[in-house]
């Protein structure tokens, strides 16, 4: 640092050269935002496990194999960190495109997420006739659609706002750590 001391009559003079503070602000707007998405990306990483653990655990028989899918999809990833700002996400891969796909369409983290309202079956069931391969005895296949065609729906297992709540107070203290550790 060059500072100088000049004195006169009644005062004295400092000039100091702010070339090296500009160095350092530079730097720091450039690697800030990349610090504070590797400290969140940290934080986040430690929700896996037990928003996996979460997922199994809230789901019941009937919703155990989609569960299990999405547990199983959980990553964090990093964005694009530009203008000193850290983008990091969590959620079910590929997060691009809503999180994994059921086999027959849906977006199953967004279904557990926020539950599903009952709704009728897109599709009724056909009446089948015996032959002598098939239903030999008796009067004929049931026809299900007598029964009740209306799913019941499910109450939203909230597994994304659980991890959020998990995580918002650790970031803030690990992003403070994160750049003392970088500048002291």
Known sequence: ?????????SSVHFTM????????RKR??????KIMAQAIKE????????????????????????????ADSLIVELGSNRQNEAEVRFGSDPIESGGVEGTRGGKL?????????????GFTFKTIKNSAS???????????KGGNMTHRGFEPLDWLS???DRAAPKIEQRITEALKEAWG
């Not at 640092?1 to 009559?9: A, F, L, Q």
Request: charged letters at 25%.
């Open 1 to 9: 640092m060059d500072v100088h001391m000049t004195r006169g009559e």
């Open 17 to 24: 050269k702010d070339q090296p503070f500009n160095n350092m």
């Open 28 to 33: 720091m707007e450039n690697e800030s935002g």
């Open 43 to 70: 934080v986040l990483r430690e929700q896996i496990s037990p928003t996996q653990s979460q997922i199994k655990r809230d789901t019941g028989p009937k919703l155990r194999a989609m569960g299990q899918i999405v």
């Open 109 to 121: 983290a967004a279904i557990l997420e926020y539950g599903a309202q009952p709704f009728e079956y």
């Open 134 to 144: 098939w239903g030999a005895i008796g009067g004929g296949f049931i026809n299900a």
């Open 162 to 164: 659980k991890a959020r």
